[in-house]
């Protein structure tokens, strides 16, 4: 069973940090992007970044220069970086694993984490 598990966030003020990180296990071979989507409160989920297993990255222009995506795959591991909150980046943030193979003859599939709440005070 594959499980996600996010950690970070938390309450902080405007201009203040936060990192995210995420933690993949389970019966996992492969993972080809993992990315964070955050869902505010009557909107819709949104893509806020994402990082291929060869490291290229891609950002919502939203949070371009503030945030940064890294990732560890030896330990099946994503962060992000997030300076410069907003108050508009209150949400909560899932961490998604796109393309996770648990075998190496098995298809791809996407797995989400439960979610973390980061609620930024203005």
């Known amino acids: 069973q594959v499980q996600l598990v996010e950690s970070g966030g938390g309450l902080v003020q405007a201009g203040g940090s936060l990192r995210l990180s995420c933690v993949a296990s389970?019966?996992?071979?492969?993972?080809?992007?993992m990315g964070w989507y955050r869902q505010a409160p009557g909107k819709q989920r949104e893509l806020v970044a994402s990082i291929t297993s060869g490291g290229a990255t891609n950002y919502a222009d939203s949070v371009k220069r503030r945030f940064t995506i890294s990732r560890d795959n030896a330990n099946k591991t994503v962060y992000l970086q997030m300076n410069s909150l907003r108050p508009e980046d209150t949400a909560v943030y899932y961490c998604?694993?796109?393309?996770?193979?648990?075998?190496?003859?098995?298809?791809?599939?996407?797995?989400w984490g439960k979610g973390t709440l980061v609620t930024v005070s203005s």
């Open positions: 998604n694993a796109g393309g996770l193979r648990r075998h190496f003859y098995s298809y791809g599939e996407d797995y």
């Open positions: 389970g019966s996992i071979f492969s993972i080809n992007a």
